[in-house]
């Protein structure tokens, strides 16, 4: 298979740009920043204008008060308070403090929400589908294993439901995440000692490259984003028939990613602001939260149209199971 292009070069900078063009275009005042919150695995905001966006935080720590370093990174953070999330975006996404660049993903995150929406994703021409994460067929039919072939090698980049979704669906499934892998096995004792589940191979960390050059579909949780690691990975996953970026991180519009060679996105949009807001404060499990408050998505690239296994099957398999669209998109 000739090899496609991949770089990822620049992709949060040049996703700036083009909010800034979308912005200008649609005469929309964007906000400031109103609030943070930092939580374990993520970093939530909220913005003047009603905007709310995420990103992981990938350090999994939250500033104590009562510590020097604690203090110096939340002293960092109210001194963002009621400056242009453009502002937090632009500083945030060239950092190397990783709250801080969290922080300005985040600030992308919550300028991206207006824009989307199934309607305004085809308008810019690429393609959507938008759903309810608890609508009965996306349970019967996980959205990644529709994307999959029985045959394929699928490498999974950082820890997410994904796994649940396409275990036993492919030929071989990889996941390649600094967690143990006793976060992922069953320790099996009889007669014998195995691990479970059967084809399911772990890697530690993000740095065994070799490996992306076997897979035929490579999903990067969007955290990647936030480690730097990003990059590196979509340079090494040129040999891949789809490659796609997963997570709630990757609630960003998708136009720079797919001109790097991303051919999908699926994550969430927020939708309801306030569900988000009460999250925020007093929600300790972020995932259910907008698994079943907030509307999951699927983009893909123009240059997946009419390639097997793509949105085309997607679509028309969701044609037979009859689904009242829910939230503000009233085509699905």
């Known amino acids: 298979m000739a090899a496609i292009q991949r770089q990822g070069k620049e992709v949060l900078s040049r996703t700036l740009e083009r909010l800034r063009i979308l912005y200008k275009n649609r005469h929309t005042r964007p906000g400031q920043l109103v609030q943070v919150g930092i939580k374990p695995h993520w970093t939530m905001i909220t913005g003047s204008e009603n905007e709310c966006g995420i990103a992981s935080n990938v350090t999994g720590n939250i500033p104590a008060v009562n510590t020097p370093s604690g203090s110096v990174e939340i002293d960092r953070v109210r001194n963002m308070i009621d400056r242009p999330l453009f502002e937090i975006a632009a500083t945030g996404i060239k950092s190397d403090n990783l709250l801080v660049r969290s922080l300005g993903i985040a600030a992308l995150s919550a300028l991206s929400q207006q824009f989307l929406s199934c309607s305004t994703i085809r308008k810019r021409g690429f393609f959507s589908e938008c759903w309810k994460a608890t609508d009965p067929f996306i349970q019967q039919y996980p959205v990644q294993s529709r ?39 069953t320790l099996l004792i009889d007669s014998s000692v195995s691990y479970g589940p059967d084809n399911l191979f772990i890697h530690r960390g993000k740095r065994d490259t070799e490996i992306l050059q076997t897979a035929d579909v490579i999903l990067i949780n969007a955290s990647a984003l936030i480690d730097g690691t990003f990059e590196s990975l979509v340079e090494h996953s040129v040999h891949a028939r789809l490659l796609g970026l997963c997570g709630l991180s990757g609630s960003l519009i998708p136009d720079a990613f797919f001109d790097q060679g991303v051919d999908f996105i699926s994550s969430f949009r927020i939708t309801d602001p306030s569900m988000f807001k009460d999250m925020m404060k007093n929600e300790h499990d972020v995932d259910y939260s907008f698994i079943t408050g907030q509307k999951q998505f699927l983009m893909m690239n123009r240059s997946m149209v009419g390639r097997p296994g793509t949105l085309d099957d997607f679509a028309s398999t969701r044609k037979g199971c009859p689904i009242i669209p829910q939230g503000p998109d009233k085509k699905i």
Request: net charge negative; with cysteine; hydrophobic share 45%.
């Open 147 to 185: 994307l999959i072939n029985e045959d394929d090698i699928v490498i999974i980049i950082g820890h997410g439901l994904e796994i649940r979704n396409l275990l036993g669906r492919c030929r071989e499934l990889h996941v390649m995440d600094s967690h143990s892998p006793a976060a992922f096995s």
